[in-house]
């Protein structure tokens, strides 16, 4: 199970560095589908985690005085962080026109 978990962490490590290390991208449009996309699987992870198996796991894990591995999920996979940035990101481009402009042009 723990080893798991630390699966898990790597996996959301994956995502939640992208805001990060993101280049912009060469046309509006695509950077708004990847701030886009990138906001709906932050949102996905973030349903996973409160799914009963996951809540579960981590109870298990918990009661079995894995703490490192419990704490690291809740606290240090930069998931916050990535979804401050992203949310503001995304609010920004949310209205911003980029098929109009790309039509435009």
């Keep these: 199970v723990q080893t798991k978990v ?3 962490i790597a996996q959301i490590r994956k995502v939640t560095t992208l805001p990060s290390t993101h280049t912009f991208s ?3 449009i695509d950077e708004v589908a990847y701030w886009s996309n990138l906001h709906s699987a932050l949102a996905h992870i973030r349903e996973e985690l409160s799914k009963p198996s996951t809540v579960l796991t ?3 894990l ?3 005085k894995r703490f490192v591995t419990t704490i690291a ?3 240090n996979t930069g998931l916050d962080a990535a979804e401050s940035i992203v949310n503001d990101v995304h609010q920004f481009l949310k209205g911003y026109p980029a098929h109009k402009l790309a039509s435009a042009g």
């Design 6 to 8: 630390n699966s898990w």
């Design 26 to 28: 060469q046309t509006d």
């Design 58 to 60: 981590l109870t298990l």
């Design 62 to 64: 918990k009661s079995a």
């Design 73 to 75: 999920l809740e606290n």
